[in-house]
């Protein structure tokens, strides 16, 4: 098992390609610059200390150590003891819609941060409970199986996010699909489900895998996230100015939280149905309801020591950047005449 302290650093890897294309861009620039002046290899007869592979090859070792020193920083953790122990609870996997409609901002600061708050607080009440996360737009996936490490829970719903699922809708009978064969087939806790979504461009037919949920001996909840005024759904910067998503006549799209369909799924699942507000995302309503469910003793399986990697990551980056420092672009006394690949020869021919 692993864990990062600080995952979002990880989005600096984005930067390297950049690098890489800069690098490049420089390199032909470079040769474009030698042509100017003659024939490229009569002018790399003239300028013979100048080296044309060791700027690669200290590029190569730089963007290496900037790599393992992000890695450092982000610090991941490796799992080293496997602790079993005796716990008591029930068996909870937190549906969360990521569709686009999810970034209005009709409850501060936006529905998704505020259902990504209210899942955070959630966890922070449960302490022998077994939980799990689902992730759905248009399609549905599992972000997190069932488990009882609730610090990658909050750490993984913190950065779930509309671009985890490309396909945009809100199919929440997939969702209940999914999260239902989710649950461990051989655990007799409890199960609960707890779906936390605006209803918003409903596309799927919900009422059978909620039947199929109960049969199964499940609970469905749902916390609807919005309000009944709606907002618009920002789809990026323009300058200063937010740019808000249109239709196909250029009016701003408003997202409503489809209530009339959220209590309906509840009832049917046998759950209960709370609106999030800014003040209140309807946990303690959930929480009374999932803590009435018969309790269980189970099995659970935790690692208690983690081994850290940063002092890897950073002895190893400090190493190449140290390497490469004494490589110089320029050719040394002791490399001047090495021909390794006869060049020399081949010119003087």
């Known amino acids: 098992m692993v864990e990062f302290d600080h995952l979002i650093f990880l989005s600096g890897l984005a930067v390297i390609p950049l690098i890489v294309l800069l690098f490049l861009w420089m390199l032909k620039s470079r040769k474009k610059g030698i042509k100017k002046f003659g024939n490229p290899e009569l002018v790399q007869q003239l300028i013979t200390d100048l080296s044309t592979g060791r700027p690669i090859v200290k590029f190569v070792f730089v963007s290496a150590a900037l790599v393992l020193l992000i890695f450092a920083i982000v610090n991941l953790k490796i799992g080293s003891k496997l602790d079993k122990s005796k716990r008591k609870g029930v068996d909870i996997i937190i549906a969360l819609d990521v569709s686009n409609s999810m970034l209005a901002q009709d409850i ?11 899942i955070s607080k959630l966890i922070d009440k449960f302490e022998e409970d077994q939980i799990g996360i689902v992730v759905f737009a248009g399609k549905a996936q599992v972000l997190l199986p069932i488990t009882t490490d609730y610090a990658t829970a909050k750490m993984l719903t913190m950065n779930a996010n509309p671009d985890i699922i490309p396909t945009q809708g809100t199919a929440i009978g997939e969702a209940i699909n999914l999260a239902t064969v989710s649950f461990d087939k051989n655990s007799k806790n409890k199960k609960a489900i707890i779906l936390i979504t605006d209803g918003e461009n409903h596309e799927d037919e919900a009422l059978p895998a909620i039947q199929n949920a ?8 749902t916390i609807g996230m919005g309000s009944e005024y709606g907002g618009p759904i920002p789809i990026g910067m323009k300058g ?10 250029g009016n701003t799209v408003v997202t409503k939280l489809n209530e009339p369909m959220l209590k309906q799924i509840a009832a049917a699942g046998k759950g209960i149905y709370v609106r999030a507000t800014t003040n209140d995302a309807g946990l303690n309503a959930v929480f009374k309801e999932i803590n009435k469910m018969e309790k269980k003793e189970f099995e659970a399986k ?22 490469e ?25």
């Open 108 to 118: 501060k600061p936006s529905r998704i941060e505020r259902a990504q708050m209210a």
């Open 214 to 221: 109960v049969r199964e001996g499940m609970v469905v909840h």
């Open 240 to 249: 200063f100015n937010i740019e808000y998503k249109k239709d196909r006549e």
């Open 302 to 323: 935790t690692f208690s020591d983690y081994t850290s990697t940063f002092p890897y990551f950073v002895g190893l980056g400090l190493l190449l950047l140290i390497i």
């Open 325 to 349: 420092f004494f490589i110089f672009e320029r050719k040394t006394r002791l490399t001047r005449n090495l021909d390794f690949f006869g060049k020399k020869r081949i010119l003087k021919n």
